[in-house]
């Protein structure tokens, strides 16, 4: 099973400390949103944030880790990691069910559209880096944490999967399916109809993934 990346925290954690480091992240995912990541520089962040550029560095320590944070902040903001949580005790669609609207809203939301966009245009610039670290910090850390899950679920006679990385991937293409692209491509026309359809293809994921790997 995969690992969960990690990075070592910069920057000490006092109030104060803890409101500029705020301000820093909110002011970088704007930029990186906008500029995408190689049209974003430390001193922009920092005038962005109201915070001197070694303010920006003594949190952060550079750019590709302070991009690390950014991700992972976003993410954390919509799909804590509480939500990938096991209860033996539990109805395991419920919980499917509980990560598959998460997951969803997570990968069509406007802002996470708005970043990969972002990468894409660095790395059609030669700058592959950025979206490694995207894949880094976005899908192996959710994949990772759906792994975990599909295991514990697995071990405790929930489902029955041979292949639990092959089916955390397949869980993930079925709640998602072309709803993100839709979304990057500009072809959402209604945002009420567009999170109508998120929600229904979410359970219909969930129902498919569960006729092919519930105990028979």
Not at 49 to 71: P, Q, W
Not at 88 to 106: F, K, N, P, Q, Y
Not at 184 to 205: Q, T
Request: glycine fraction near 6%; hydrophobic fraction near 40%.
């Amino acid at each position: 099973m995969s690992s969960i990346p990690q990075t070592k925290p910069h920057g000490p954690g006092r109030p104060k400390d803890m409101e500029k480091r705020a301000a820093i992240l909110e002011a970088a995912k704007s930029l990186f949103i906008h500029n995408a990541f190689a049209g974003t520089s430390m001193d922009a962040v920092a005038s962005e944030a109201g915070v001197s550029k070694l303010t920006v560095y003594s949190h952060f320590g550079d750019k590709d880790n302070l991009f690390r944070e950014v991700i992972r902040s976003h993410i954390q903001d919509l799909l804590p990691e509480e939500t990938y949580g096991f209860d033996a005790g539990a109805d395991i669609r419920e919980t499917l069910m509980r990560v598959a609207l998460a997951h969803a809203r997570l990968d069509c939301d406007r802002q996470t559209v708005g970043t990969f966009r972002a990468i894409l245009s660095d790395c059609r610039q030669g700058n592959p880096r950025y979206g490694r670290l995207m894949w880094e910090e976005g899908s192996m850390r959710t994949h990772a944490l759906m792994e975990r899950l599909l295991q514990q679920a697995v071990d405790a006679g929930k489902l029955e999967i041979a292949d639990v990385p092959r089916a955390a991937v397949q869980f993930m293409a079925l709640v998602k399916g072309n709803l993100m692209m839709r979304r990057m491509f500009g072809c959402v026309e209604c945002d009420d109809s567009y999170a109508v359809e998120i929600e229904a293809n979410a359970r219909a994921g969930v129902e498919t993934f569960l006729r092919a790997y519930l105990p028979r």
